[in-house]
């Protein structure tokens, strides 16, 4: 891979939604601690921790993905970081009750969403092709 190949407009507008979903979302960890802990699943022992943990680790994703040289290992970070949250949307799903403002339809589209985010991630972070 050339380090001067330059990015298509597509992966280009991939990495800004990647960028802003999880900058934003990692903000939401410290400006919201207490809205998040209510979806951390049971059988995590410290859901304060969990959601400033995930939220640093957001940041850090985001800010990664910027800089070539870590784009990469921050795109798979941030994939993995997806995966591992999965159960707390499956937990706001659950629970949908307890979070009336937010309409049922969207609780049950964030899981094909992620699926959708995924491949989003890996893609606008592969390392871009040789012409």
């Not at 049971?42 to 070539?68: H, K, Q, S």
């Not at 799903?93 to 979070?99: E, G, I, P, T, V």
């Amino acid at each position: 891979m050339n380090p001067t190949t330059p990015l298509s407009p597509g992966r280009k507008a991939g990495l800004g939604f990647v960028f802003l979903w999880f900058f934003l979302g990692g903000i939401a960890h410290f400006a919201f601690t207490e809205a998040e802990m209510r979806i951390v699943p049971a059988w995590i022992p410290w859901p304060r921790e969990a959601v400033l943990v995930t939220g640093v680790l957001e940041l850090l994703g985001a800010i990664g993905i910027l800089w070539r040289p870590t784009r990469r290992s921050a795109g798979w970070g941030l994939a993995l970081l997806t995966l591992a949250v999965t159960p707390a949307n499956i937990v706001m799903l659950h629970n949908a009750a307890d979070f009336p403002a937010v309409p049922y339809w969207l609780l049950v589209a964030r899981l094909p969403f992620q699926v959708a985010l995924l491949a989003l991630i890996v893609w606008s972070t592969a390392p871009p092709r040789r012409r």
